[in-house]
């Protein structure tokens, strides 16, 4: 069964920096689109980046600037630099590949989610 995991979450204070990374466990074949979702208290899941298997990125407005997402094709990673973190990002972030694998063909994948809390 393939599975994303994360890590990298945790506190820090308000103008801080993170670093997420999430790696598949498991047998996948390619990755295409793979991205960063988060999930405030009480707030719907909002796409926060994505990125294609070429490279190229898309970020919701109110990260643009902040936030870097990347990725290492040969490890089928996929990493989110968060700077100037701000007590608004604090949600679980999860992300998401859209992979193909041996046993189960084109699937959508999700992680966990890992705790990323800003203090003011």
């Known amino acids: 069964q393939v599975q994303l995991v994360e890590s990298g979450g945790g506190l820090v204070q308000a103008g801080g920096s993170l670093r997420l990374s999430c790696a598949p466990s498991?047998?996948?074949?390619?990755?295409?689109?793979m991205a960063w979702y988060r999930q405030a208290p009480g707030k719907q899941r909002e796409l926060v980046a994505s990125?294609?298997?070429?490279?190229?990125?898309n970020y919701v407005d109110s990260v643009k600037g902040r936030f870097t997402i990347s990725r290492d094709n040969a490890k089928n990673t996929v990493y989110l630099q968060m700077n100037s973190l701000e007590p608004e990002d604090t949600a679980v972030y999860y992300c998401?590949?859209?992979?193909?694998?041996?046993?189960?063909?084109?699937?959508?994948?999700w992680g966990q989610g890992t705790l990323v809390t800003v203090s003011s």
């Open positions: 998401k590949a859209n992979a193909l694998t041996p046993q189960r063909g084109s699937l959508e994948v």
């Open positions: 990125i294609g298997s070429g490279g190229s990125t």
């Open positions: 498991g047998s996948i074949l390619s990755i295409s689109t």
